[in-house]
Nanobody
Framework: VQLQASGGGLVQAGGSLRLSCAAS?????MAWYRQAPGSQRELVAS???????NYSDSAKGRFTISRDNAKNTVYLQMSSLKPEDTAVYYC?????????WGKGTLVTVSS
């Protein structure tokens, strides 16, 4: 499965941003990870095609993951952004046991 992510950019603290990721085929789980400079890649949120959702503690209450299964697309609506949310965000998909990654999209939150 190929993944195409978009939507990153520069935003002020407290602002909002929406990321999108389109998969080339149907997938079971779609997720967003992020990696800040000098840090390990971490899960932000995931959503299976049956609706099961998981958020990191830092994302709960501020970020919302959603999917359009007909379009094989996952979205990450990010609100109340903080400078510590600055990172490269990666789309991830699991399909038939295969783990796929998209190219990252940079999100920069200025204070």
């Amino acid at each position: 499965v190929q993944l195409q992510a978009s939507g990153g950019g520069l935003v002020q603290a407290g602002g909002s941003l929406r990321l999108s990721c389109a998969a080339s085929g149907s997938v079971y789980i779609m997720a967003w990870y992020r990696q800040a400079p000098g840090s390990q890649r971490e899960l932000v949120a995931s959503k299976s095609n049956d609706g099961s959702t998981n958020y990191s503690d830092s994302a709960k209450g501020r970020f919302t993951i959603s999917r359009d299964n007909a379009k094989n697309t996952v979205y990450l609506q990010m609100s109340s952004l903080k400078p510590e949310d600055t990172a490269v965000y990666y789309c991830n998909a699991i399909s038939r046991g295969v783990n796929s990654w998209g190219k990252g999209t940079l999100v920069t939150v200025s204070s």
